[in-house]
């Protein structure tokens, strides 16, 4: 990880600790809050990967991918953006599910790296399991608005810390003689 992308990790998990506060004491205006930045953050990712894609990743093997990537990550963040009207409960049901599906995806690349031999799969592997968790408490919960986001606010400083935590972790540098 690079200097750079330590520091972008760092103010990420301070954003994201701060709008979970936020939300734990509005939740009337703390979840409008989430879906803007999510939306924003999608939104901005897929023009990043579009951008990539008419620059370098055409001419690449496998660039097309970026373009699928790019296409799929606006679309999804031009849909967060247009949920604001719609009633919360279905809007904190999305939220569940986008976050359930990041745990999932965090525990499959954790079972990738140990296949390759890694030793540092611990941490990964106890946020994807505590992202199902959260996930599936929202989702018990569903009818308590309040419970819901105050869940999803706690997962969200939990992630926010674990994203702090690992930008100060030393990284292994592989040389290929």
Known sequence: MTNIQKI???VLGIISIVVAIYMIIDPQDGYLLMLFILSFSLAFRGLKELFYFFTMGRHMV?????LYKGVFLLDIGFF???????PKTYVMIYLVIINAFAGLVEILRVME?????????????SHGI???????????FIKHQRTVILVYALGLI?????????????TAFIFIQ
């Not at 496998?62 to 970026?66: E, H, L, M, V």
């Not at 790296?113 to 592997?125: I, M, N, P």
């Not at 505590?130 to 018990?140: D, K, P, Q, T, Y």
């Open 62 to 66: 496998g660039g097309r991918f970026s």
């Open 130 to 140: 505590i992202n199902i968790l959260l996930a599936v408490f929202c989702i018990v």
């Open 158 to 170: 939990y992630s926010a810390l674990i994203r702090i935590f690992s930008a100060f972790r030393k």
């Open 80 to 86: 967060t953006g247009s949920l604001i009207d719609i």
């Open 113 to 125: 790296t140990r296949r390759y031999g890694s030793k540092s799969w611990k941490l990964k592997f």
């Open 8 to 10: 972008n990790n760092v």
